[in-house]
T-cell receptor, first 116, second 116 residues
Framework: ETGVTQTPRHLVMGMTNKKSLKCEQH?????MYWYKQSAKKPLELMFV???????ENNSVPSRFSPECPNSSHLFLHLHTLQPEDSALYLC???????????????FGEGSRLTVL | AQTVTQSQPEMSVQEAETVTLSCTYD???????LFWYKQPPSRQMILVIR??????QNATENRFSVNFQKAAKSFSLKISDSQLGDTAMYFC?????????????FGEGTQLTVNP
């Protein structure tokens, strides 16, 4: 059983829809991440929340809006997406130390997004 | 910026045999971390092995070991006594130390199939 749960597992939406992806971690970690996984491309880091504060936004379009209400929950709000946004969106968590990251990420199974 | 390259999109191996997956990276950093992650068909990605650049000894985890060549910027993964459960996508990843959050740069992945 995974310590990081993502819902929904599959989502189909039109370009004018608004939807949200949810991630919950049960590991007591203090950092959470959104990655985008497209076919034949490296995973792309989208957002990093460390101690609930956003510390990374890798030039992600504003049609993706993250929300981290507490250290256990992470959302990705989706609005007016494009077909090229179709991908597997992976959530991950980690336990960070004061001196820096450990690199050990715990991933969810992903949300497969299809934009029509 | 760091880059990670996995030149083998697909590989296959017979059960019980040994296989080596290649990874090269480019960085100007002297100290950093390298990782191999495994993503089985169920899609939950897990950490396989981790190497710290300042350690000359190659990391080993049971049947998994690495060949870390710092001067050549090479970080290959050797899987001994391959098992059917090793069938997965394998990702090589790089991380700078002392960053806020574990921000990994991933390669494109190598799909490994273990044949019975």
């Amino acid at each position: 059983e995974t310590g990081v749960t993502q819902t929904p597992r599959h989502l189909v939406m039109g370009m004018t829809n608004k939807k949200s992806l949810k991630c919950e971690q049960h590991l007591g970690h203090n950092a959470m991440y959104w990655y985008k996984q497209s076919a034949k491309k490296p995973l792309e880091l989208m957002f990093v929340y460390n101690f609930k504060e956003q510390t990374e936004n890798n030039s992600v379009p504003s049609r993706f809006s993250p929300e981290c209400p507490n250290s256990s929950h992470l959302f990705l709000h989706l609005h007016t997406l494009q077909p090229e946004d179709s991908a597997l969106y992976l959530c991950a968590s980690s336990q960070e130390r004061t001196g820096g990251g450990t690199g050990e990420l715990f991933f969810g199974e992903g949300s497969r997004l299809t934009v029509l | 910026a760091q880059t990670v390259t996995q030149s083998q999109p697909e590989m296959s191996v017979q059960e019980a045999e040994t296989v080596t997956l290649s990874c090269t990276y480019d960085t100007s950093e002297n100290n950093y971390y390298l990782f191999w992650y495994k993503q089985p068909p169920s899609r939950q990605m897990i950490l396989v092995i981790r190497q710290e650049a300042y350690k000359q000894q190659n990391a080993t985890e049971n049947r998994f070991s690495v060949n870390f060549q710092k001067a050549a910027k090479s970080f290959s993964l050797k899987i001994s006594d391959s098992q059917l459960g090793d069938t997965a996508m394998y990702f090589c990843a790089f991380m700078k130390p002392k960053t806020s959050g574990s921000r990994l740069t991933f390669g494109e992945g190598t799909q490994l199939t273990v044949n019975p």
